[in-house]
Each structure stands twice: as structure tokens, then as C-alpha cells.
């Protein structure tokens, strides 16, 4: 484990004010702690709420993630059908998140939020996702699908997800918990609550699912809840996260894969560190009982430099030699390359957004109004550096660039609640103008905008108490990145590329039901019709160029849970994906060309025909709770051209990618009267070798993870 001066300095803060808090609160220790009511945005809140949301929703509580004692974000969001999230590094750092055939390389086409405040750092100029916060620290998820989109975005695609984090207690109260594993992991979580005001600190650590692979990040978040007489209250939150990998970029050759096995990574030389600040605010005033006015105000900054010797299998950084000793399978020294490039990352953004929720009569109809707006920037400051030794962390400038958004949003949708029916006409507008330089000398700047009408409508009736019905059809829209749009370059002007914003009509319909106390269902059809969909290959490049074509993709999804408090329960997520076809040949962003092996009628890249997340489970009263869960992903392809032979093409960026089924287990007991719990946890049982990822080369699930821990709250 690394300790710099200034992780010495931040343990020796953290000292202070876990002291400071204890001393403080410590007179009410011995009261049960009590949540407060804290302003926030929720996307669907109470279960109770899905009776009138116009969409599919899940929400997966801290009792779940807690049962399974799930290791990564990734593991998490298996639970909710519809949801394909694919490995990466082995850590759950960067979640590939994708919803209903959508390709999940880096969460481009889910919105993310954290208490409904943008999670992204450049949600609207580039929405790739190369941090993400530790599942440890939320209190639930929420995923919403379908037409009540529109009250979020940018992205309307394929879905919400919003973490939740936990509400400040007014006694005195908290937890601390330790976990230990294989494969160098450490996991050290300790939170402190009382007087409304909440403390959380996290380390963890661990190797990755390939060699010479390591990361260790640390994660602080302080909020603070007060209110402002009767009829206002306040959140204030600030969170600092950094993380420290040695991670390489390249996944291997179909050659190396064979010859070395699936954890080799000769790239040891490589390495990502990161380092972001969040800061945000949420007010809230009830001006009756039945209009209120919720405002976010948030700001972020985001700092990623990852150095790296190759970036995809092809990649000829370290010259042709050594890319095809890599092709052919043999060995290769990385010290042997006078090359690394730093691709180092600067991100800010702030914005505002009010909403308005009332209760009110349109036409003698009941109901129920949120609309809103809000005001966005986004700055990304781009650098690459080109050094002349493995270990170098200076070189050459090689790119300079400034990339600046600017959004306006505004958003309304209605309830017309007629008794057992109720219908929710929605409209959001986005407006999005961008600006491009390049500050090399000589470089050219350019600047473009787009603006989007999005209309929706939904619809939900109740049968019967504990049974309602549901449908809805909405606009599908999400902005390209800024890169993709504008290109600069050294010379006289600018260019803009042939690429527009993603589009589509999304539609689905399904049924929610609480059939008996012990049993809840919820099936869904949908069926997303793009009329121009951006299809990631590889952000880095190589052999999978950017794409864009028209796609549709319709299925069924199928949830629900089984079971008492105490005896035999069960889970299952499922999602049936038949159709995920190009319907036109697809074309390179960058240049218009068509790609290779590209035709109507053939099945997108990463659209796995199924995925099933089951669990079956045993709990007593005594405090004994122990389950085994399976997590299914079916074969997928990796190319448009839908290349079955994964030995066609040397580069292991081909080929189909097999169906894997990883069993995980997970043992819990709870001494109550101490309030300890005891687990232990068993992550793919069979230790099974498989491929989540060809996108640059030959990426590999985790190995067997085997993990124990305790935690005491008090």
C-alpha cells in the first residue's frame, strides 16, 4: 500500500474528526438512532410510489446488497432485469452499465445520478464513465426505464439509475467494518451519524482479474442536514475520492490468451490515478401541503491521468515488432519500450435545477405536476504526453485541448390521476451548444449546438390493490460527445463530423404485481426503434471505429422475489433479448465509410440474447442467513459483422464471446444483542475462466474471490 505525505495528512484529519464527532454525540449513544427527513431527489421512492410511475422501476434496498454482499456496482445491478453490466479490471472501478441490448462500454447510454444530482463529470460532452463510487456507500439504487425519462436525462435511451445515499441520524449512531480476502483484498468502512449530520471513510484495496494489476482508492463524504424554520430544509454534501491503479488499457491476443492463460497482462509499467471533488446542495420549501420547490445546486472536479504503453492489442505504440510478437503469442518486455503515453484528464462541471411538484385541477382532473429546468457547463482540459522511458511521467505534448458545453434543459410531466387510471403526459427540451480548441500553436477552434423537443406519454391503471398496469412511448435522445462533433487539428479551421444526436421511439408495457405477501412479479415488454444509434467499437480506437446506424431492439423482462423474513427465499432478474438487429448497415463516425462485415438483418455488437441474475436463500429468526446465486450471461458477438470464429482474426478483438454462469455464495449471522454481523462470501464458486470483453483485446472475468469480514454497528 502506498502512504504519501498527503494521505498521511488526510488519515491524520480524519483522526481528528472521527475524535471530535465520538466526543461530541457520545452522551447519545445509548438512543435509537432516527433518520431525518433530508431534501433530495428521487427518481421513484417509496415501492408504494411505482402504483402511479408510468415505466418499469426496481429498487434494489441495502438489505440486498447486504444478504449477497455484493464486491462491485456491476454485481449490484444484475439484480434488475434489463440490465447488462460487464467487468472490467476485476474491481468494479469502471462499470460498463448497459439497458436492454444497449452497448454497455463505458455506461455511454444510461444517465447516472447520485440523490438525483448528475454522477457523470461531463454528463452531456462526454458520458463515459471512468469513476465510479464504491457500492458501499449507498442505502439503495433506483433504475427506471421508460417514459418518466424525460424528468432526467440528458440521456433518454435506455434508463435512470439513481444511488442513494444514506440520511444523517439525529442520535448518535454508526457502524465499523472490516473485510479480508484472496487476492490482496482489504476493505476498512467506517460511518458516524448524530445531530444530522454523517461522516462516511473507505479504503479498499485488491488485485484485479488479471496480472500486474492493483488498486487502491479511498473515499470521504460528509453530509449534513438542518432545516430552515417549518417549511425548509437543507442538504449539504462534500465528497473526496481518489484512487491508485496499476491497470493497463489492452486487453491480450486471441495467441497470448492460448499460450499464457486469461490473467496475463504484461504491462506493468502502466498506471491510472484519479482524483475528484464533489460538492452539492439540496433546498427545499414547501410553500402549502401541496406545491413544494426542491433545488439542486452541484459542482464537480474530476482529475484521471493513465499512463499506458499500449491502448489495444493492434497498437504499435512500441512499435511493429513488438505488436506482432503480441499477435503471434510471445513473450514480450515492456521495459524493453522507450514509449508510454499519458492521457491526463481535467473535468469540471456545475449547473442548478429546481423542480416544482404540486398537487392541483386541470379540467376537474387531479393532479400531479413536476417540471423544471436546469442550467449546465461542463470543461474538459485534454492532454497527451508522450514519454521516452516505460516508467516516464513527462514527454512530449502531443495534444492540448479544451473542450467547453453549455446545456439548458427544461422539463414538465403531469398525472392526471381519474381514479384507478392515471396518464402522464411528459415534454423535455434540451439545448447543447459546445466548443472545441486546440491549444497547440497553430491549432483551430470550432463550435456547434443542438437542441431536441422530447416528448412522452405514459399510462398506469390499477386492477387491483397490489396489481396495476402499465405502458408508455417516449423519444429516445442522447447528445454525441464533443469530440465526435467538432475535430480540431492544426490548421486553418475546424471540422464537424456526420454525426447527429442518438434517436429513437421507445415503447414498452407490463404489469406489476403483488400477488400475496410472499410473492412480487413484474414482467415488461419494450421494443426501442433507433433511427440513429451511436454504436461504441473502442473509445481508444483500433478496430472497432465509432459507428452510427439505424437499430432496433425489442424483448421482455422478468423480476421478482419469493419469500418470508425467516425460511426459504428467492430472486430472479431475467431478460429475453431476441431482436437486437441492425436494421441499415452501419457507418464510421469519423469518416462516413461503411464497416466492415456491417448489413441489415445481422445482431449488434454486445447484446447478449439472455442474462438471468437467481438466488435461492435460507434465513432464520436466529440471525442465520445464507444464499447461492447464479449470474448468467448469454453469447454475444464483439463485431458488427457478427464473426463467429474468435481464431479468424489474431487480434482477440473478434469472435463471438461464449455464454458463461458465474455461482456466487454468501453466509451471514447476526449477533443482534452485540449488533455484529459475521460473513463470509464465495464470488464464482468453479473458479470458471471466461471472456466479459474484446473491445481492445481479450478481457477476462474474475477469478474465484473468496472474502470474510465483520461489522459492528452502534
Not at 441 to 456: R, Y
Amino acid at each position: 500500500m502506498k502512504c504519501t505525505a498527503g494521505h498521511r495528512h488526510a488519515a491524520a484529519r480524519l483522526s481528528v474528526l472521527v475524535a471530535a464527532a465520538a466526543t461530541a454525540h457520545g452522551a447519545l449513544a445509548q438512543k435509537a438512532p432516527q433518520a431525518m427527513t433530508a431534501p433530495r431527489v428521487d427518481i421513484i421512492g417509496k415501492r408504494e410510489t411505482l402504483e402511479r410511475i408510468p415505466g418499469s422501476g426496481d429498487v434494489i434496498d441495502r438489505d440486498a446488497l447486504d444478504t449477497s454482499r455484493v464486491f462491485t456496482t456491476n454485481e449490484a445491478l444484475r439484480k434488475v432485469p434489463g440490465i447488462n453490466a460487464r467487468d472490467e479490471e476485476g474491481f468494479g472501478l469502471r462499470p460498463n452499465i448497459g439497458i436492454r441490448g444497449l452497448n454497455p462500454t463505458r455506461s455511454t447510454k444510461v444517465t447516472l445520478l447520485e440523490d438525483g444530482i448528475p454522477l457523470s463529470y461531463a454528463p452531456y460532452g462526454d458520458n463515459a464513465s471512468y469513476y465510479h463510487p464504491p457500492i458501499d456507500r449507498y442505502e439503495r439504487i433506483e433504475v427506471l426505464k421508460g417514459s418518466g425519462q424525460v424528468l432526467y436525462g440528458p440521456q433518454t435511451i435506455g434508463g435512470v439509475i439513481n444511488y442513494v445515499t444514506p440520511t444523517p441520524t439525529e442520535a448518535f449512531s454508526g457502524f465499523i467494518g472490516v473485510t479480508g480476502g484472496n487476492r490482496d483484498y482489504l476493505n476498512a468502512h467506517a460511518r458516524l451519524s448524530g445531530g444530522g449530520l454523517m461522516l462516511d471513510m473507505m479504503h479498499k484495496q485488491g488485485d484485479g482479474a488479471r496480472d500486474n494489476t492493483h488498486s487502491e482508492l479511498r473515499d470521504i463524504s460528509l453530509k449534513k442536514v438542518f432545516a430552515i424554520g417549518d417549511r425548509q430544509g437543507v442538504t449539504l454534501r462534500a465528497n473526496y475520492y481518489t484512487e491508485d491503479s496499476t491497470v493497463t488499457y489492452s486487453g491480450i491476443t486471441n495467441a497470448e490468451y492460448r499460450n499464457f492463460g486469461a490473467r496475463y497482462n504484461p504491462f506493468k509499467n502502466d498506471s491510472f490515478e484519479t482524483r475528484r471533488i464533489g460538492l452539492s446542495a439540496t433546498h427545499e420549501i414547501a410553500f402549502n401541503a401541496d406545491t413544494s420547490l426542491i433545488t439542486n445546486l452541484y459542482g464537480s472536479s474530476f482529475n484521471r491521468d493513465w499512463w499506458r504503453q499500449s491502448s489495444t492489442t493492434t497498437d504499435t505504440q512500441c512499435g511493429n515488432a513488438f505488436r506482432d510478437a503480441r499477435l503471434a503469442g510471445q513473450t514480450v518486455n515492456p521495459d524493453s519500450c522507450n514509449s508510454v503515453q499519458g492521457r491526463l484528464r481535467d473535468y469540471y462541471q456545475f449547473g442548478i435545477e429546481p423542480r416544482l411538484r404540486t398537487r392541483h385541477a386541470f379540467l376537474g382532473a387531479p393532479s400531479e405536476l413536476e417540471t423544471g429546468f436546469r442550467l449546465h457547463h461542463e470543461k474538459q482540459e485534454r492532454k497527451q504526453l508522450n514519454g521516452a522511458a516505460p516508467g516516464a511521467r513527462i514527454g512530449t505534448l502531443t495534444e492540448d485541448n479544451e473542450r467547453d458545453t453549455n446545456a439548458i434543459a427544461a422539463f414538465a410531466q403531469n398525472k392526471f390521476l381519474l381514479g384507478a387510471l392515471t396518464i402522464a403526459p411528459g415534454l423535455r427540451y434540451e439545448f447543447i451548444d459546445v466548443k472545441r480548441t486546440d491549444r497547440r500553436v497553430g491549432g483551430n477552434s470550432g463550435s456547434e449546438s443542438l437542441s431536441a423537443v422530447i416528448p412522452s406519454l405514459g399510462a398506469t391503471y390499477v386492477i387491483q390493490e397490489g396489481t396495476t398496469v402499465f405502458a408508455g412511448v417516449h423519444r429516445g435522445f442522447a447528445p454525441p460527445r464533443v469530440e465526435d462533433l467538432v475535430t480540431t487539428g492544426t490548421g486553418p479551421a475546424a471540422t464537424f463530423t456526420n454525426v447527429g444526436a442518438e434517436r429513437s421511439w421507445n415503447f414498452e408495457a407490463g404489469t406489476r404485481a403483488q400477488i400475496s405477501k410472499q410473492l412480487n412479479v413484474q414482467a415488461t415488454f419494450f421494443r426501442n426503434n433507433f433511427q440513429r444509434l451511436i454504436a461504441v467499437g473502442s473509445i481508444a480506437g483500433g478496430n472497432l471505429p465509432l459507428s452510427q446506424g439505424e437499430a432496433l431492439f425489442q424483448g421482455l423482462e422478468l423480476g421478482g422475489r419469493y419469500g418470508d423474513p425467516s425460511g426459504v427465499y428467492s430472486t430472479a432478474a431475467i431478460t429475453f433479448l431476441p431482436t437486437a438487429e441492425q436494421s441499415t448497415a452501419f457507418t464510421a463516425v469519423s469518416n462516413g465509410a461503411a464497416v466492415a462485415g456491417s448489413q441489415a438483418g445481422k445482431r449488434l455488437p454486445y447484446a447478449p440474447k439472455t442474462t438471468a441474475t437467481i438466488a435461492v436463500g435460507y434465513a432464520t429468526s436466529a440471525g442465520l442467513d445464507v444464499n447461492l446465486e447464479a449470474q448468467h450471461v448469454g453469447e454475444q458477438f464483439s463485431d458488427f459483422g457478427n464473426v463467429a470464429d474468435p481464431n479468424s482474426d489474431a487480434s482477440g478483438q473478434f469472435g463471438k464471446i461464449d455464454a458463461f454462469t458465474v455461482f456466487n455464495a454468501t453466509a451471514n449471522y447476526q449477533l443482534r444483542q452485540y449488533g455484529l454481523t459475521l460473513f463470509v462470501t464465495v464470488k464464482n464458486i468453479a473458479d470458471k475462466v471466461y471472456i466479459v470483453d474484446r473491445t481492445r483485446g481479450i478481457l477476462p472475468g474474475s477469478p474465484r474471490l473468496v472474502q470474510a469480514g465483520l461489522r459492528w454497528e452502534f
